[in-house]
């Protein structure tokens, strides 16, 4: 299962970078990243990008991060992953939203995809490894 979850993390990770690089009205700095490697064609989609993509990828690797808890028990992983979607997803609601100052939604939008792109960097280098209660797991044995 953790492969399946890590998966669908990075998937989620890079469908909310992608996502960005079609919004140059909400995401000028992403965006002008996305024309300069030639995804300049998806700006005919923002707001199908900024309203339903970004939030679905963000929402993927977020639940994606969840699920894994259930495979390493590790609180602190788990939350540190889940900071990056969650940021990315109050930077996207609070600009289609109103609720933040545009300047105020992008860069927390801006932060989250950041900490999303290094939380993942920092998975594939040094990945999970199931964590068990103490009372659950075996001892090893000496054999003589």
Not at 23 to 30: I, S
Not at 65 to 90: E, K, N
Request: aromatic content about 12%; proline content about 3%; overall charge neutral.
């Amino acid at each position: 299962m953790s492969v399946i979850t890590r998966t669908i993390d990075k998937i989620g990770v890079i469908g909310a970078i992608v996502g960005s690089f079609s919004c140059a009205m909400c995401f000028p700095a992403a965006a002008t990243l996305g024309a300069a490697i030639g995804l300049g064609f998806l700006s005919h989609w923002e707001g199908l990008f900024v309203h339903w993509l970004i939030p679905i990828f963000a929402g993927v690797a977020l639940l994606a991060t969840v699920m894994d808890w259930f495979s390493h028990h590790q609180w602190q992983r788990t939350l540190l992953g889940s900071i990056g979607p969650v940021l990315a997803l109050i930077g996207v609601f609070g600009m289609t939203h109103h609720f933040l100052a545009k300047d105020q939604a992008r860069g927390i939008f801006y932060t989250g995809l950041i900490v999303m792109f290094l939380i993942s960097i920092w998975d594939m280098v040094n990945p999970a490894n199931r964590r068990c209660a103490t009372g659950g797991c075996e001892t090893p044995t000496q054999h003589g």
